[in-house]
């Protein structure tokens, strides 16, 4: 018979700019005695006791702890990168966006078609943002046939299904019917921008 005891740790990192927290687990003073069958119980006691005549190596806990901690800040810097590089993006994309609308003001005041290609340009600079931005955030858009609204759920999903209520379920499964086996009925949204 085998007995093993361990202790789970984890520690929760906030990433910031909506993109969720990581949780790094780990496992911790991990002890296992084993016994002939049948004798666990007498044999407790005593493997109790050389388990608590363990001591502790304080150098090695204090590196492990400070290779944690260098992974946490590894994470949050790469985090704080990606969201300046977001911002710069962004900063860059509204100055090209305003040097764009200047330069239309000046040249094309009274020209329609120009206005139309215009309106187009801004139109597919929008959708890009936004792809963008949802792929910066980790969501995908869909759209809810229940209301005509076009709502974010987490990416990576293949399938989003609505009961018209306000919920969704998300589903990898192209197989996966939320209808079968309940009395509420799920509608498949399709993919939004």
């Known amino acids: 018979e085998e007995e093993i005891r361990t202790v789970a740790e984890h520690v929760r990192v906030s990433m910031g700019f909506g993109m969720g927290e990581t949780v790094y687990w780990t496992l911790g003073y991990t002890l296992a005695h084993r016994t002939p069958a049948g004798s666990l119980a007498e044999m407790t006691t005593l493997c109790d ?14 590196t492990v702890q400070q290779i944690t901690q260098m992974m946490v800040q590894n994470r949050i810097q790469q985090m704080n990168q ?3 590089a977001a911002r710069q993006i962004a900063r860059s994309q509204s100055q090209i966006g305003d040097m764009i609308w200047e330069g239309y003001q000046s040249r094309q005041r009274t020209d329609d078609a120009m206005w139309d290609r215009w309106s187009q340009r801004q139109n597919t600079m929008d959708r890009l943002a936004d792809s963008y931005s949802q792929t910066i955030r980790g969501v995908d858009a869909y759209v809810d046939p229940s209301t005509g609204r076009s709502v974010e759920m987490p990416g990576g999903y293949r399938q989003a299904w609505t009961n018209g209520l306000g ?12 209808n079968l086996g309940t009395n509420v009925s799920w509608t498949e949204m399709p993919r939004g921008s």
């Open 49 to 62: 006791a050389v388990h608590r005549s363990l001591q502790w190596n304080g150098q090695w806990r204090a």
């Open 167 to 178: 919920e969704y379920i998300l589903s990898d499964d192209v197989n996966y019917d939320p």
């Open 82 to 84: 990606v969201g300046a």
